[in-house]
């Protein structure tokens, strides 16, 4: 073929070697429409989409991530979470999120500043 630079190669791909790929592998719907749906599913994208750690909850009732200390505020339905293990997230836009299971316990934003859940986002 002689291809020796990468413009000639992307020549190649592009005039050749695509038109001959599509032709042999290119398959017509049988449907109209879109095969994307909409997601339902149970979690947000954020909380799929981010970083994620285990954490053991110290004495004091706090996680310790990258030189932060974050406090777990009271819960009407445990007394403390010491020595449990938690999972920490931390999003696109900086914000740190503990859950222990699926229950979200708290939720930081990035200076550390604990936000009400019904409002954090």
């Known amino acids: 073929m002689g291809i020796t630079t990468v413009e000639a190669a992307n020549r190649y791909l592009q005039e050749s ?9 290119a ?10 749906v909409p997601w ?5 994208l954020a909380d799929i989409l981010c970083e994620q750690y285990e954490r053991t909850v110290s004495a004091d009732n706090c996680v310790r991530f990258e030189g932060r200390t974050l406090q777990i505020p ?18 696109l836009d900086g914000r740190l999120a503990i859950f222990h299971g699926p229950k979200k316990l708290a939720e930081y934003d990035r ?8 409002e954090a986002a």
Do not use: M, Q, W
């Open 17 to 25: 070697y695509l038109p001959r790929f599509n032709a042999e592998f």
């Open 27 to 36: 398959v017509p719907a049988r449907e109209p429409g879109s095969a994307f």
């Open 40 to 44: 339902i599913g149970g979690e947000t």
């Open 74 to 91: 009271t819960d009407p339905h445990r007394c403390h979470y010491v020595k449990a293990k938690v999972r920490l997230h931390r999003y």
């Open 111 to 118: 200076e550390d500043k604990r936000l009400p859940l019904s």
